[in-house]
């Protein structure tokens, strides 16, 4: 059974930083990916990031690009979103998701059949 947990949201001035948690247990497999989605009020989610649990690699969305790092701790089953120089625009609900597979971007939301129930990020100007 796949279950994900965020957490780490909050309230934080533009231009702060804040570390976004996410606790994965989807079993033994290696081969899964691990993105970030954001949705703010009236909007679509969105993606945000992904990283490859096998090997590290990550992708990003020109939105995060150089402010927000993805991580992962495979020890701990988790996997982080850092991002600072936060804008209010950057303020959304934020979700992880994952999806067995390795190949492809899985840039879409439709990529991903489980999902966290999601961790509000406020950014105050």
């Known amino acids: 059974q796949v279950h994900l947990v965020e957490s780490g949201g909050g309230l934080v001035q533009a231009g702060g930083s804040l570390r976004l948690s996410c606790a994965a247990s989807?079993?033994?497999?290696?081969?899964?990916?691990v993105g970030w989605f954001r949705q703010a009020p009236g909007k679509e989610r969105e993606f945000v990031a992904n990283?490859?649990?096998?090997?590290?690699?990550?992708v990003y969305a020109e939105s995060g690009k150089g402010r927000f790092t993805i991580s992962r701790d495979n020890a701990k089953n988790t996997v982080y979103l850092q991002m600072s120089n936060l804008k209010t625009e950057d303020t959304a609900v934020y979700y992880c998701?994952?999806?067995?597979?390795?190949?492809?971007?899985?840039?879409?939301?439709?990529?991903?059949?489980?999902w966290g129930q999601g961790t509000q990020v406020t950014v105050s100007a």
């Open positions: 990283i490859r649990r096998s090997d590290g690699s990550t």
């Open positions: 998701a994952t999806v067995f597979g390795f190949s492809g971007l899985y840039v879409s939301t439709a990529d991903y059949p489980y």
């Open positions: 989807v079993g033994t497999t290696t081969y899964y990916v």
